[in-house]
């Protein structure tokens, strides 16, 4: 028996273990994420690269970087981010941001309220971008599988 043989015997014997059942649609919840009928929205997706500006190591920095994930908190909340990390540091690229607003305009507002923005350590791309609207479940989802800080 083939390498291909044996994959698709085990993918097989395990879709018989567990099927998987297709959930219902649930138009209630597409519509409270903001989803159309393919369970898709709108969104402006950032590249955040680093800036002519950086900030050196030291009080400033920790406050501005305390500042950055504050933020990121608050647009989360306020359920206008859908989602935010880091990347790698490729080419500048420093991280991103998944805006569930309308346009590049609104997006830029509230990327301009940002430390690192405000001090220029890193600097913004915006992109229009079209995605499954259940990215909008991200945050609350992450709130129940992340571990609270010990005390």
């Keep these: 028996m083939n390498l291909a043989a044996i994959l698709l015997a085990v993918f097989a014997s395990s879709a018989q273990a567990h099927p998987q059942a297709t959930p219902a649609y649930d138009a209630e919840l597409a519509k409270s994420l903001g989803g159309n009928e393919n369970g898709m929205r709108k969104y402006v997706f950032v590249v955040l690269r680093s800036g002519p500006n950086k900030v050196p190591a030291g009080q400033e920095r920790t406050e501005m970087f ?44 509230l990327v301009a309220t940002d430390p690192v923005i405000i001090k220029g350590e890193m600097v913004a791309e915006y992109h229009l971008h079209f995605g499954s ?10 709130s129940q599988i992340m571990k609270p800080a010990a005390k």
């Design 66 to 109: 305390a500042g950055h994930m504050a933020n990121i908190q608050r647009l989360a909340n306020e359920r206008k981010l859908a989602y935010a990390g880091p990347l790698d540091g490729v080419d500048g690229a420093r991280g991103i941001f998944i805006f569930a607003v309308e346009s590049i305009d609104e997006a830029r507002a």
């Design 133 to 142: 609207a259940g990215l909008m479940m991200v945050n609350q989802v992450h």
